[in-house]
């Protein structure tokens, strides 16, 4: 749903943080293109795929100057100091309307008084307002000199993300944990618009389910694959399937039991397959949203998943009156195990058709609509009155 035709005289860029990979967020940029596709697209870098290049309606996003740093496609995450420097090097200075799509420093674009500018937040960083201690720990951080130098980055971070949290006129948070999380970082309020969903892709399979769970995700350390993993070795006789690729992907293995599969980077029409022939779909991660249990669920199927974050909010446990899953209260493998156990001796409440319903109360086409009218209602309120925040 494209916005209304005086919204569309506008002049809009959309600034993602960066563009290198196609996950959760590069699906959420996709569809606020398909509300503004006429935008110009903005990011630190852009080293996407022809394939993924598609999604985007085939734009090049204009980038910063950690582009052209020698071996930057693989290694720009290590220019981390770097990146308030270069989100503020973009010029977005002719727009009319500037829409940053921000788990990092997007929302830090520079703008000025006649613009204005909402940020679709995925979440404030991460690792400089809750988990500095995790992931200092994947960078090798956590003592001696390194720490000291690390704590003096994260804490210039963390003070320049607040200072460039008023720059933006009004935010948009992906789930109510997220608008908890802006308001507790930021002091300021949010609107909550969930993420998009393509339950038109994810649909129910023809054939029957295998008796194999299934954990798909990018396999980094807050996602607690390594909690799953640990698990299902504990239950040799249940069947678990692992798909996704990341760093935690050797350590997994190593700890893992022979009831575990390990299927790596799947393409979107082999998750499609796994997700369709899964028992359940499970998930640990304490996430901000959670796109991965919501496509198991347009698949039809139960998700078994740790119910702090985004999940308490896209899975039904089974105190509803017409549950989709079951959630867990402790991150660890314990609770997890009982959760499976209490799965399956309440499955039989748990039905294809009320997965699938829950899944598209989140759909495309329902995001579409709700983010253009939130934004158009934005647009004339901004119009019509004095800029509500200082640039």
């Not at 943080?17 to 697209?41: C, K, M, Q, S, Y």
């Not at 690390?150 to 935010?171: M, T």
């Not at 997994?252 to 022939?277: P, T, Y």
């Not at 017409?322 to 314990?334: D, H, K, M, N, Y």
Request: a positive charge; charged letters at 25%; glycine letters at 6%.
């Amino acid at each position: 749903m494209p916005v209304d035709s005086s919204s569309a005289k506008l002049r809009v860029a959309i600034v993602h943080d960066w563009l290198d990979t196609w996950r959760g967020g590069e699906n959420t940029l996709a569809e606020i293109l398909g509300v503004f596709p006429r935008a110009d697209l903005y990011a630190l870098v852009d080293f996407l795929s022809a394939d993924d290049r598609s999604r985007l309606l085939g734009k090049r996003a204009q980038v910063s100057f950690l582009q052209r740093i020698p071996g930057a496609a693989r290694k720009f995450r290590v220019l981390l100091p770097l990146f308030p420097r270069a989100i503020e090097s973009l010029d977005v200075s002719d727009y009319d309307l500037v829409i940053s799509v921000s788990h990092a420093v997007a929302k830090g674009v520079r703008t000025h008084a006649r613009q204005l500018h909402i940020c679709y937040c995925l979440t404030p960083m991460r690792y400089v307002w809750d988990m500095r201690e995790r992931y200092l720990a994947s960078v090798g951080a956590q003592n001696g000199m390194r720490r000291v130098f690390a704590d003096k980055i994260l804490d210039r971070l963390r003070q320049w993300d607040l200072d460039a949290s008023v720059r933006v006129n009004g935010f948009i948070a992906i789930s109510d944990s997220i608008r908890e999380r802006i308001l507790r970082c930021y002091g300021r309020k949010a609107t909550v618009i969930h993420p998009p969903v393509d339950v038109e892709y994810f649909t129910p399979g023809a054939g029957s389910s295998t008796a194999a769970y299934v954990t798909a995700s990018h396999w980094v350390a807050y996602k607690r694959i390594d909690l799953i993993v640990e698990a299902f070795r504990s239950m040799p006789e249940r069947e678990l399937i692992v798909a996704g690729p990341g760093p935690e992907m050797s350590r997994a293995r190593e700890a893992s039991g022979a009831n575990v599969e390990f299927v790596g980077e799947v393409s979107r029409e082999r998750l499609r397959e796994i997700l369709r022939a899964a028992r359940a779909f499970v998930f640990a991660a304490e996430e901000d949203f959670g796109i991965a249990p919501l496509e198991a669920q347009a698949c039809g199927k139960p998700v078994i998943a740790y119910q702090r974050g985004g999940v308490g909010e896209t899975v039904r446990g089974l105190d509803a009156l017409q549950p989709t899953g079951v959630l867990f209260s402790e991150q660890t493998a314990r609770s997890l195990r009982d959760a499976l156990i209490a799965f399956e001796q309440n499955a039989a409440r748990i039905t294809p058709e009320a997965c699938r319903a829950n899944a598209q109360r989140f759909g495309r086409d329902l995001f579409r609509r709700r983010f253009a009218e939130h934004v158009s209602g934005m647009i004339d309120e901004f119009n019509g009155s004095p800029r509500a925040a200082a640039c």
